[in-house]
């Protein structure tokens, strides 16, 4: 079974570092890329950026270039959302997703990541 | 960017009853590269529909979807409880993909 395993809710202050994770297992992980997606608490979905663990290709939506970093490491199937810098209105559930290519559908998800980020 | 508007924002149905909802794009969506998402409270989203026509493994043939260029159409046949839920389309054929602001189907 195809399972996409997100590390556990995070509570932090503005101006904190964050690193959430992705962890693929049941394919292979370096043969499809992993999207993230932000919901912000009570709205819709928007797609944040997208990585191919095979060789870190990289792609971001313009919104949040600079804003975030998309990571991966192949050696134990895992792909990384990070924040240098956190800021209030960070505060979402981060879902991360499988896609065959960026031009491409997510399936399967993961069970989300809460990121509050609070003074 | 590609704006999808979906209408209605919020769609009041019983149980058996026939679902229509409605996702227009600002400009045509390239080789129909639309999904359609199911996402209940509390749980992640769910594909349903890529390709704009595609079944997703495991989803019921209550579900189809149809349209291309700006006009796509997902319906539910006959809705089942477990259906009352919101849905979102997402265009993935022109960078930033970006998703609709979603469609509540709720019991009236």
């Known amino acids: 079974e195809v399972q996409l395993v997100q590390s556990g809710a995070e509570v932090k202050k503005p101006g904190e570092s964050l690193k959430i994770s992705c962890k693929g297992s049941g394919y292979s992980f370096t043969s499809f890329w992993i999207g993230w997606v932000r919901q912000m608490p009570g709205k819709g979905l928007e797609w944040v950026g997208i990585?191919?663990?095979?060789?870190?290709?990289?792609r971001y939506s313009p919104s949040f270039q600079g804003q975030v970093t998309i990571s991966a490491d192949k050696s134990i199937a895992t792909a990384y959302l990070q924040w240098s810098t956190l800021k209030a209105s960070d505060t979402a559930m981060y879902y991360c997703?499988?896609?065959?290519?960026?031009?491409?559908?997510?399936?399967?998800w993961g069970q989300g990541t809460l990121v509050t980020v609070s003074s | 960017e590609i704006v999808l508007t979906q209408s209605p924002g919020t769609l009041s149905l019983s149980p058996g009853e026939r679902a229509t909802l409605s996702c227009r794009a600002s400009q045509s969506v390239s080789s129909s590269h639309l999904a359609w998402y199911q996402q209940k409270p509390g749980q992640a989203p769910r594909l349903l529909i890529y390709?704009?026509?595609n079944r997703a493994t495991g989803i019921p043939d209550r579900f189809s979807g149809s349209g291309s260029g700006t006009d796509f159409t997902l319906t539910i046949s006959r809705l089942e409880p477990e259906d009352f839920a919101v849905y979102y389309c997402q265009q993935y054929g022109s960078s930033p993909f970006t998703f609709g602001p979603g469609t509540k189907v709720d019991i009236k």
């Open positions: 990585i191919y663990p095979g060789d870190s290709d990289t």
């Open positions: 390709g704009a026509s």
């Open positions: 997703a499988r896609a065959t290519s960026p031009f491409a559908w997510f399936d399967p």
